[in-house]
């Protein structure tokens, strides 16, 4: 409460300052003001196919968006709130004779709920002579390791303040403070152990969706100071390169550094090769609080569960993709490995050791799935190859990608079965004509081998989502 009275104080304060410059500007700020938002609606649904759980399905509708209001500036002042909000309309399917009702579209608890998800001050400094950009309050913020995660109906939501900078050309500076998240209805399908660490949610269960908590206390019940990042990218026609660094208060301090580079064939322009790679380090740091994590998901010969961890985080994560386009086609295959832990790390508590912990939605990995993520498990290699294909030149608006990507997991990664999980899927996109800004979107995953802790628990499921997001 006393962080919003602050920002609140913070709002006033700056418009007080310009109202006493200009009384008809400040009216003119709101009046030129613009409004912006999506109408989504989303249906899912899942059919399990092996495990303890093979005879469920679930599925799910709901409606829902944001409405965003965004002033003109003065003088590179400008302030904008949005509202964001879900509903459920399950009457429309039924639940019953089998089905269950999927989490992952609604709040906590499976209700409606709405939020104010963007709140902020917006400060451009160009008038100053720089190219400083302040924005300071609740808003959606998307670094390497933190992000909004826009999987199903709302996304992640952040407390944070942010300072960018562009004054040398190609290279943006970022410093931040991120103190508070609200959780996505995505975060819903997570119940906290490392499966949820390892995955963009909390170790530490479910936060709740609806409302801000302090990262610590939603990631390990326990208040800190959240999280300090700094950021440095550069850009140019052939060449990327970024370097971030995330310091989780008491928890762990996270680096992230990518490079890629594209080219023209030698054989034929037409054909434009790109090569990337990625690295992730990770360290615990100050009163190293994941200690205070039960890993509840975590079974060995020897089963430990509910356990608490040593707290120590040493991990490390590195990644390469190699692929190309031509014409409306681009395909790549990536590989990726993550450090592996010891038996007496995992038969200590210590599963999360040499795993990549990513518990505030950030998810940059290139081997991800759509849902499977256990690339950032201890002593996984993961391979993936996608294709995707614009049909724009073939006279359809519509765009479609392939994937297949498998996960080979070590027997110490916390599930104490060495296995290989694999997820197939698709996503098209098409974009009516008749109706313009309106996207209609058909995804589908079917992992296999995606939980089990036995080798003859074979989980996995066939999901659908059908999604039309109308932009405004």
Sequence with gaps: MKKRIALSAITVGLLSSVSLQAAGDLSSMFSEGKTSGQIRAFYIDREYQGGSGKDTHRNSMALGGHLKFETADYKGLSVAAALYTTNDIAGAIGYGNGVEQDPSLLGTGKESYSILGEAYVNYDMSSLGTKTTAKLGYQRYDTPMMGSDDARMLPNTFEAYKFTNKDIDGINFQLAQVNSIAYGTFSNIYGGGILGATSGYP???????????????????????????????????NFNAKLSNDYAWDL????????????????????????????????????????????????????????????EIDSLYYAAKLGAKYAGLTAYVAYSETSANNASDVLSGNAYKNAIVSQFGGMPAYTQGMVTRHQFLAGTKTTKVAASYNFKDMGANVSATAYYASFDMDENSGYGVARTATEPGFDIKYYPQAVKNLQLRLRGNFPRNFA?????????????????????
């Design 203 to 237: 170790a530490g269960g479910n936060a709740g969706t609806g409302k801000y908590h302090n990262l610590g206390q939603a990631t390990v019940g326990e208040n800190t100071n959240g999280v300090t990042n700094f950021l440095v990218s550069f850009k140019n026609k």
């Design 252 to 311: 762990y301090n996270t680096i992230y550094a990518e490079a890629g580079a594209k080219w023209n064939c030698l054989l034929t322009d037409a054909v434009k090769p790109f090569f990337s790679v990625q690295a992730i380090k990770q360290n615990s740091v100050g009163d190293e609080l994941m200690k205070n994590v039960a890993i509840d998901n975590q079974t060995t010969s020897n089963p430990v569960t509910k356990v608490n961890g040593s707290g």
């Design 452 to 472: 089990e802790t036995t080798a003859s628990n074979d989980t996995g499921w066939n999901e659908y989502r059908f999604i039309a997001n109308y932009n405004f």
